[in-house]
């Protein structure tokens, strides 16, 4: 009888090593989890700037304000005013009122990643804007605001990068990871070159951000700009000029995230921004609307140094490649404005749409002599760097003698240079022209180039 209460006994002991592992997992939740949810309520309400008391609260959490009709309002803590946190609504803010309750996710805000997102149209948060289903049982959810690659981790560009543009795969060559601007006042031509891009390039993925666009033309943009073959493969992310500050200011960044993701897998990314200035615009009325001191054209400190951090997330790891294009809308055709200045020192080159050039019906508008690329010379052969020189120094010697041919004031046989750089030109415009339809080959453009060339002596 006694042997069979000990056998009883043992049967229902738990095992030692069992126990001490619950009583760690026990630990490991009272320590790490959150056991209570705290909530506060709203204190002050201005524009889209909202004041609560909220213990716990960190830079960057997402929250949600509860309306009068208890429709949840997201919000992201932005600052702290003494006991206050200053939060700034994603969307508008509609019902709140004075005491509005407000609890936080203890998060920030994340987006849904993979293959599922090829073709579709999104907002800054992953919530579908073309009317289709979005099933995202097997996403992963990312932060939007990641930092930037170790600077010893990234390798040396040395491919070239095809972009079907013949202006620029001939004389600015891109390569595999590399971040140029595309510069440039409204109507030039920006959207047009980005859906030639897109539909051309050599990339397995396009990474399309519209930041603050008129609301017809997202619409506009992907069925003439990217077509039906454009847009098969890319992810296009869209936050109009209607939308709060922070949603455009968001846009740029959860782009970065979706094309840091497809980089991540090994693919080659092309990332096209419309526009930077149109983001560092909403970042200026983030800035302003949580007191910081404005500076240069009434943008704040903070914008440039954001600026800096979202920019050099794109470029080139040892998994992939994301070759970003950032268009800048250059106000009043001001190219020193101070978003014009900034951006220009962060990337690897530009290129600039002159309105001169296209009053002459000469698309793509490209200045070439005013563009440049600063890999250039690292990733072309020094046979395609004389033929790019050759053809620069015509443009620009004709570029020099304009005033005196187009009055009539030079004579053929007085400067042997500009003699050759006449019978060139016809030749050169219709190199650097090309139809929105044109398919072409990166090598053999280049191969035009140096044939077109070969004979020229200067």
């Given at each position: 009888?006694?042997?069979?209460?000990?056998?009883?006994?043992?049967?229902?002991?738990?095992?030692?090593?069992?126990?001490?592992?619950?009583?760690?997992?026990?630990?490991?939740?009272?320590?790490t989890?959150?056991?209570?949810?705290?909530k506060?309520?709203v204190?002050?309400?201005?524009?889209?700037?909202?004041?609560?008391?909220?213990?716990?609260?960190?830079?960057?959490?997402?929250?949600?304000i509860?309306?009068?009709?208890?429709?949840?309002?997201?919000?992201e803590v932005v600052?702290?005013k003494?006991?206050?946190?200053?939060?700034?609504?994603l969307y508008?803010?509609r019902?709140?009122?004075?005491?509005?309750?407000?609890?936080?996710?203890?998060?920030?805000?994340?987006?849904?990643?993979?293959?599922?997102?090829?073709g579709?149209?999104?907002?800054?948060?992953?919530e579908?804007?073309?009317?289709?289903?979005?099933?995202?049982s097997?996403?992963?959810w990312?932060?939007?605001d990641?930092?930037?690659?170790?600077?010893?981790?990234r390798p040396?560009i040395?491919?070239?990068?095809?972009?079907?543009v013949?202006?620029?795969?001939?004389?600015?060559t891109?390569?595999a990871?590399?971040?140029?601007?595309?510069?440039?006042?409204s109507?030039?031509?920006?959207?047009?070159?980005?859906?030639?891009?897109a539909?051309?390039?050599?990339?397995?993925v396009?990474?399309?951000?519209?930041?603050?666009?008129?609301?017809?033309?997202?619409?506009?943009f992907?069925e003439?700009?990217l077509g039906?073959?454009?847009?098969r493969?890319?992810?296009?992310?869209?936050?109009t000029?209607?939308q709060?500050?922070?949603?455009?200011?968001?846009?740029?960044q959860?782009a970065?995230?979706?094309?840091?993701?497809?980089?991540?897998?090994?693919?080659k990314?092309f990332?096209?921004?419309d526009?930077?200035?149109?983001a560092?615009?909403?970042?200026?009325?983030?800035?302003?609307s949580?007191g910081e001191?404005?500076?240069?054209?009434?943008y704040?400190?903070?914008?440039?140094?954001?600026?800096?951090?979202?920019?050099?997330?794109?470029g080139v790891?040892?998994?992939?490649?994301?070759?970003?294009l950032?268009?800048?809308?250059v106000?009043?055709?001001?190219?020193n404005?101070?978003?014009?200045?900034?951006?220009?020192?962060?990337i690897?080159?530009?290129?600039?749409?002159s309105r001169?050039?296209?009053?002459?019906n000469?698309?793509?508008?490209i200045?070439?002599?005013?563009?440049?690329?600063?890999?250039?010379?690292?990733i072309?052969?020094?046979?395609?760097?004389?033929a790019a020189?050759?053809?620069?120094?015509l443009?620009?010697?004709?570029?020099?003698?304009?005033?005196l041919?187009?009055?009539g004031?030079?004579?053929?046989g007085?400067?042997p240079?500009?003699?050759?750089?006449?019978?060139?030109?016809?030749?050169?415009n219709?190199?650097?022209r090309?139809?929105?339809?044109?398919?072409?080959?990166?090598?053999?453009?280049?191969?035009n180039?140096?044939?077109?060339?070969?004979?020229?002596q200067?």
């Amino acid at each position: 009888m006694a042997s069979e209460e000990q056998s009883l006994q043992s049967s229902i002991l738990i095992p030692e090593e069992k126990l001490q592992a619950t009583q760690s997992r026990i630990r490991d939740i009272l320590y790490t989890e959150d056991l209570c949810r705290y909530k506060g309520r709203v204190s002050k309400l201005m524009g889209l700037t909202v004041e609560a008391y909220l213990p716990q609260l960190k830079i960057g959490d997402l929250c949600f304000i509860e309306t009068k009709d208890g429709e949840p309002k997201a919000a992201e803590v932005v600052a702290f005013k003494g006991d206050m946190a200053q939060l700034l609504l994603l969307y508008d803010g509609r019902g709140i009122y004075q005491g509005s309750w407000v609890t936080t996710t203890g998060n920030p805000i994340t987006f849904p990643v993979g293959d599922f997102l090829l073709g579709r149209l999104v907002n800054p948060l992953g919530e579908p804007l073309d009317g289709k289903p979005m099933d995202t049982s097997n996403a992963a959810w990312i932060n939007v605001d990641s930092s930037p690659p170790d600077p010893l981790d990234r390798p040396i560009i040395k491919h070239k990068f095809s972009t079907g543009v013949r202006a620029i795969d001939a004389l600015l060559t891109m390569g595999a990871g590399q971040r140029m601007g595309l510069f440039a006042g409204s109507g030039v031509g920006k959207s047009t070159m980005m859906g030639m891009i897109a539909r051309n390039s050599e990339a397995d993925v396009n990474v399309v951000a519209l930041i603050g666009e008129r609301g017809r033309e997202v619409k506009e943009f992907m069925e003439n700009s990217l077509g039906e073959e454009g847009v098969r493969r890319s992810v296009l992310i869209c936050a109009t000029g209607d939308q709060p500050p922070l949603l455009r200011m968001k846009t740029l960044q959860s782009a970065t995230a979706v094309a840091e993701h497809f980089r991540d897998q090994g693919k080659k990314v092309f990332m096209m921004t419309d526009t930077v200035t149109r983001a560092a615009m909403s970042g200026r009325e983030v800035g302003l609307s949580i007191g910081e001191p404005p500076t240069m054209k009434g943008y704040p400190p903070s914008i440039f140094s954001w600026l800096q951090k979202v920019l050099e997330r794109t470029g080139v790891t040892d998994k992939g490649s994301i070759t970003a294009l950032y268009t800048v809308l250059v106000e009043g055709d001001d190219i020193n404005d101070p978003v014009c200045d900034t951006v220009r020192g962060i990337i690897d080159g530009h290129i600039f749409l002159s309105r001169k050039i296209a009053a002459q019906n000469h698309f793509p508008a490209i200045d070439v002599l005013g563009s440049v690329s600063r890999l250039f010379t690292e990733i072309c052969d020094p046979e395609h760097m004389q033929a790019a020189g050759k053809m620069r120094e015509l443009l620009a010697i004709y570029q020099d003698a304009k005033d005196l041919i187009d009055v009539g004031a030079y004579e053929h046989g007085s400067n042997p240079k500009i003699d050759i750089a006449l019978q060139m030109m016809p030749d050169i415009n219709k190199f650097l022209r090309q139809s929105v339809k044109d398919i072409v080959n990166m090598d053999s453009t280049i191969q035009n180039l140096k044939d077109m060339m070969s004979g020229v002596q200067l």
